[in-house]
């Protein structure tokens, strides 16, 4: 017999100019359920969903609620049918108060301030959120503001949530909070999607799991019917290794020694607490903190872009003929104040900073210039003379399409257009070529793939392995645990803890990021 | 009463009478900017209500016309409606077509201060030389609606009762539209729409109807800022020369005033001080020609110290400016 | 049945459109232009065609009256050249009409007390490099704030306009003012009046020749690139090491420079003398030429004679059909409101209801 669903989605597909993000998607959504919506980055899990919200509309295919056929064109039709989406990037006035955002678009008298107020103290004490209806947005942390999103949504009565990534920017204690959460509203009986790409996730919360794969639907599973490995399978569409390398490099030489560094914001607030640590060539340093700790302001101040306040960086140079291979000598010189130089003759010592920020480009890269230019962006004013030498990028930007397999459809065609992964590649591939003995980099597989995500967990190995001593801020803490030799735990711009890679917990590193010293330096101090 | 306080009297009377305009000038900017969009075309959308609405009560009294209230009305109506017109060319092109705002603004400034020039010419030739409309109808739109016995209470009465219909009017709007921005839920959204469409639009918000009926709206309100000035201050007579540069101190009241309605009240009034503290408070070192670039100094060094002070509920709408489309990628 | 239909246009984003499409789009804007304005003066009661003609001939029907034209282009297309860099780096510089002003003051300062003490050639280049710098200094107060605490330049460039006319205001009926009373500064020297090449003063060709540096600037110069980066993303410059507010205040300086020089040769080639309106809008239509021509210097040129054309052939309309010349402003308006809207059909494409098959039985 045939059972009614919550939702059904019948042969979807949407198309965007010539790219097709969803080819002729089945699927379906029931009560009391939690389903997971699996698959990589730009595999068109956000897209879907985002039919379902009514933020895109589909060109094909057909949407059913309870059976019946409807058509969702904007956010409001699909608040009509119960469905409710929490958005990855929060949508919220900043400068409204949390009762404001919930309040705002609905009409009727029945939804005045104080009856607002009253409604979402009853959802909060139902689920257990803690939220005060009169605070502006502007003064929440990522969780406050995700826990607005959610009882906005319960707030129009959803029935049906759909929640993109809700956990990228949660600590491992919130995220559990918020499965709890979850949990609950699913014992009320509502429908719950999350779309994630993270496998332990999946494991741990859903029912059931939907995989999609290059915009196609692959199938559901059952989540007590399968393991991690089939689902990377059916993800990626055959067998993939889930082990990341950790080689061991024979030399570690003090490379960077940063003591007692101080930092404060452009509106004077305090974002670097007495940072002391030192990084080794040959290893790789992994920053963990929750977003906002002070990641990008500690990479910042070491290339010279954040002001230093007070302390030292110092930097060691390794020894002119420690290239030679299998030939090592020890560091003999002492250090070079890295503090009070400009961002331009740090680089030159060889200090380099490869940043994807969250919409990756902006950062690294200029999106609306082709490779060639974008190659030249550090070193353009090398030259000398007033003109721009655009030979020497070009040739670089033809170099690395060629080793790192860059898909392009010239070296001028603007960076914007290229896929995630490719654009990744370049900055990456970019600031490699710049043969630093130190490479920082923040978020480099942010986005990405699997495969591609390994081809950049490939590449900072083997500078690793070249002797540069490479920094990275990741934000996913299992890959951090799996490939760095230690991790540095900033909490609220203060280093927390620094514990040794392989014999560190995800639960120990996850205490450190939201209590100073809450760890009990488990791990040791290399 | 001494000389000086009368003095005084005179220089804040003179100041509301230059203020009214840039009161209505500057609130309709104020709720297109709170819709996130700058229309730098307030000077085009003024010219326009000015000639427009002059030539209502012009040729309502050629036509045999006498009510001195309906030719108020049929003014204010017309010049809503010239900068109605005006700010629904720039919506189309900014909110449907996507253009840039700031250029958009600027084509609508040369468009409207060209089309209301023309209509004031127009009505000049075609009326023989001259548009002369009678002195009891511009009694009406000078003189205040209050009682004589009120007016001639001793301070208060001209103080308070003294100023013509439109400051009242103004306030009126002014407070209408607090009230609405900040009490009433269609208030919540249109704020909302200009600092993140994206979020509204994800609430539920009509992003483009918000949009277009606050700038058309705007528009309207600010073009009636040009008749009142054309009616009050410039005697009922088209003079474009005059009219230059009030739009865009209405575009620069919107920053002093911070995007508030209340704050344009006293916002006006005193850049209307300034604009004529050179005839009231004559100080021999300043020349005149000096004195009259008080405001733009004023409101420069206004923005100097709202960029300094970077508070979170002191800038302006967080979208100003930008198009939105929902499936940009 | 579906309970509602979807919407009957929708849009969707399109990259790259062929050439020959973007240009077919280009001109129905511009014949949807002529045809309004057409509209226009049937309703004032004039023949459309007879109008155009008087405008086409009033303009370009004779070589006096193409110097007519070519004048009125000139500060247009320098100023448009002017404001192209600071548009490039996204710095909304909307204080051209002031720049260009302050210029016009640093050259007649020149002009009025220093014409009988530097021989002819020597004073007119001392003009010009005295307009350039005021020009500049004057960009450069608000490119300052913008570059120290991020004051919205938009605002602050559109108020400097008016204080440098208040300025000149004052030096009109004040210090340089010259018959007592007259609020008129006088006449220059003709030792301070730019040489006339073809009929018409020298200025086309030192626009022409900046309109070649300014591309070659842009395109191939380092000054250039780091403009385009902060264009793209003040971010990516900081990241790269550029000192984000240094530039700015050097590409404003620049951009002010170059009005200043137009405000020179306004005040020099043009009007011979200085008075407040010696902008006369320039910096605002001139925003528009940049905008339009999507910051080519080259395309500015073509896009500054054609509003040149309107502008002399509306003059013409005035004299011949008694038409008020304001209707000059409202045509130029119109043509610049449908080639702004159009590139919205070079940007987008509509999909109409329909254009996909939809199954509806269920």
């Known amino acids: 017999m045939e059972t009614v669903h919550a939702i059904e989605l019948k042969h979807i597909t949407k198309r965007f100019g010539k790219v097709v993000a969803n080819d002729g998607i089945d699927l379906a959504i029931d009560r009391g359920e939690i389903l997971s919506l699996l698959g990589e980055n730009g595999s068109g899990k956000t897209t879907l969903m985002n039919m379902l919200s009514g933020i895109y509309l589909p060109d094909e295919g057909e949407i059913l609620a309870d059976g019946k056929p409807v058509t969702i064109r904007s956010p409001k039709d699909a608040f009509a049918h119960g469905i409710g989406m929490i958005h990855q990037h929060y949508k919220l006035v900043e400068v409204f108060t949390a009762a404001e955002n919930i309040a705002l678009g609905l009409k009727g008298k029945d939804h005045d301030r104080k009856a607002v107020a009253a409604q979402v103290q009853a959802i909060s004490d139902k689920y257990g959120f803690g939220i005060d209806p009169n605070k502006k947005v502007y003064d929440m942390s990522v969780s406050e503001k995700q826990t607005v999103e959610i009882v906005k949504v319960l707030y129009r009565g959803a029935e049906i949530l759909i929640l993109d990534e809700p956990t990228a920017v949660l600590t491992p204690q919130e995220t559990e909070r918020l499965f709890d959460i979850l949990r609950a509203m699913k014992a009320d009986g509502k429908a719950i999607v999350i779309i994630t790409h993270k496998l332990h996730e999946v494991m741990a919360l859903s029912d059931k799991v939907a995989v999609l794969r290059k915009g196609k639907y692959i199938g559901t599973v059952n989540t007590c019917d399968t393991n991690p490995q089939k689902l990377t399978e059916m993800m990626v569409g055959h067998a993939v290794t889930l082990n990341i390398d950790r080689p061991q490099a024979k030399y570690k030489d003090l490379r960077l020694e940063v003591k007692g560094l101080n930092c404060r914001s452009g509106e004077g607030v305090s974002v670097l607490k007495d940072i002391s640590f030192q990084a080794f060539g040959g290893e790789i340093l992994g920053i963990a903190g929750i977003a906002g700790s002070g990641q990008k302001e500690l990479l910042e101040a070491v290339a010279g872009l954040q002001k230093a306040e007070s302390g030292h960086i110092f930097y060691y140079p390794p020894h002119p003929n420690s290239d030679i291979a299998g030939h090592h000598v020890p560091v003999d010189k002492a250090g070079e104040e890295l503090v009070g130089k400009t961002p331009g003759q740090i680089r030159k010592v060889g200090v380099s900073l490869a940043f994807v920020p969250e919409d990756r480009l902006g950062m690294g890269l200029v999106g609306g210039m082709g490779m060639v230019d974008n190659m030249m962006l550090k070193t353009y004013k090398d030259t000398p003379g007033p003109l721009v030498d655009r030979k020497a990028p070009k040739a670089l930007a033809e170099k690395l399409i060629d080793e790192l397999e860059i898909v392009t459809p010239g070296v001028a065609t603007p960076v914007r257009r290229l896929s995630g992964g490719n654009v990744q590649k370049v900055l990456v591939g970019r600031e490699i070529a710049s043969t630093p003995t130190v490479l920082m980099t923040a978020y480099p597989v942010r986005g990405l793939d699997i495969n591609s995500s390994y081809t950049i967990y490939r590449l900072l190995n083997e500078q690793k392995m070249k002797g540069v001593a490479v920094l990275l801020v990741g934000e996913d803490l299992d890959v951090l645990l799996e490939l760095c030799d230690r991790i540095l735990v900033l909490c609220g711009g203060q280093v927390s803890g620094i514990v040794d890679g392989p014999a560190a917990t995800k639960e120990q590193v996850g205490l450190l990021m939201t209590h100073v010293g809450g760890g009990k330096e488990a791990g040791s101090d290399a | ?329 | 049945m579906h309970e509602s239909h979807t919407p009957l246009i929708r849009l969707a984003k399109r990259d790259g459109m062929p050439k020959g499409q973007v240009w077919a789009i280009r001109g129905a804007s511009f014949l949807a232009a002529i045809l309004i304005s057409a509209l226009i003066f049937l309703l004032m009661g004039h023949n459309p065609f007879g109008a155009f003609g008087t405008m086409v001939g009033g303009s370009l029907g004779k070589p006096t009256a193409i110097r007519q034209t070519v004048k009125i282009a000139v500060p247009l297309l320098g100023t448009a050249l002017a404001i192209a860099p600071c548009f490039k780096m996204r710095f909304w510089n909307i204080g051209a009409e002031g720049q260009i002003t302050a210029g016009a003051v640093g050259a007649s300062y020149f002009a009025l007390f220093w014409a009988d003490k530097l021989p002819g050639p020597m004073l007119l280049v001392v003009m010009a490099v005295a307009g350039a710098i005021c020009g500049g200094l004057w960009a450069l107060v608000p490119a300052f704030f913008k570059a120290k605490w991020g004051t919205n330049e938009t605002l602050f460039t559109l108020m400097m306009n008016y204080i440098m006319i208040g300025v000149v205001k004052w030096l009109q009926g004040g210090p340089w003012e010259g018959r007592p009373g007259s609020q008129i500064i006088p006449q220059f020297d003709s030792a301070a009046v730019l040489p006339k090449v073809l009929g018409v003063h020298c200025g086309w060709i030192i626009v022409l020749i900046l309109t070649v540096a300014m591309f070659f600037y842009m395109k191939y110069t380092k000054q250039g690139y780091e403009i385009a980066v902060i264009g793209e993303s003040e971010n990516t410059a900081r990241y790269a090491g550029m000192n984000v507010g240094r530039i700015i205040m050097r590409t404003m300086f620049l951009s002010g420079a170059i009005a200043g020089l137009v405000g020179f040769i306004v005040a020099s080639g043009a009007d011979n003398t200085l008075y407040s309106g010696v902008a006369a809008g320039v910096g605002f239509t001139a925003i528009t030429v940049a905008w339009l021509a999507q910051l080519n210097p080259f395309a500015m040129v073509g896009i500054s004679v054609l509003l040149a054309v309107l502008d002399k052939g509306a003059d013409t309309l005035q004299t011949q059909l008694s038409v008020p010349a304001s209707i000059s402003d409202i045509i130029t308006g119109i043509f610049l409101f449908c080639m702004l809207g159009c590139e919205f059909f070079i940007n987008y494409r509509l999909i109409l209801r329909g254009g996909h098959k939809e199954v509806a039985e269920s």
């Not at chain 2, 009161?23 to 229309?39: Q, V």
């Not at chain 2, 103004?170 to 009490?183: C, D, P, R, S, W």
């Open chain 2, 1 to 329: 009463m001494s000389v000086n306080s009368n003095a005084v009297l005179l220089l804040i009377m003179a100041a509301v009478l230059n203020g009214v305009p840039l009161l209505y000038g500057t609130l309709g900017e104020i709720l297109s900017e709170k819709a996130g969009n700058l229309n730098l075309g307030v000077e085009g959308m003024m010219f326009m209500g000015g000639a427009m609405g002059l030539g209502a009560a012009f040729y309502f009294e050629g036509a045999g016309g006498t009510s001195g209230v309906l030719a108020v009305i049929l003014a204010l109506f017309f010049a809503f409606l010239g900068g109605a017109i005006g700010a629904l060319i720039y919506s189309f092109l900014t909110i449907t077509l996507r253009a840039n705002q700031n250029v958009t603004g600027l084509a609508l400034a040369i468009f409207g201060t060209g089309a209301g020039q023309f209509i004031g010419e127009y009505m000049r030739v075609t009326s023989g030389g001259y548009v002369a409309v009678s002195n009891n109808l511009k009694a009406v739109f000078l003189n205040s609606p209050f009682p004589a016995a009120l007016q001639e209470l001793p301070v208060v009465g001209p103080l308070l009762f003294g100023h013509s219909i439109f400051l009242y009017l103004g306030i009126v709007l002014t407070v209408g539209m607090h009230l609405f921005l900040n009490k009433s839920k269609a208030g919540l959204s249109l704020r909302a729409v200009g600092e993140s469409p994206a979020t509204a639009d994800a609430a539920g918000v009509n992003v483009t109807r918000y949009k277009y009926l606050a700038t058309v709206i705007g528009g309207g309100i600010s073009a009636i800022g040009g008749m009142v000035y054309i009616m009050t201050i410039a005697s009922c007579v088209w003079n474009h020369e005059a009219l230059s540069g009030e739009g865009w101190l209405a575009v620069a009241l919107v920053i002093f005033c911070l995007w508030r309605p209340l704050n344009a009240i006293w916002g006006s009034i005193l850049f209307g001080a300034l604009m004529i503290l050179y005839q009231r408070l004559h100080l021999g070192f300043i020349p005149d020609e000096l004195y009259k670039i008080l405001p733009y100094v004023v409101t420069v060094i206004v923005l100097i110290f709202t960029s300094l002070r970077n508070s979170k509920d002191k800038q302006p709408p967080n979208s100003l400016g930008l198009p939105y489309f929902r499936e940009e990628r």
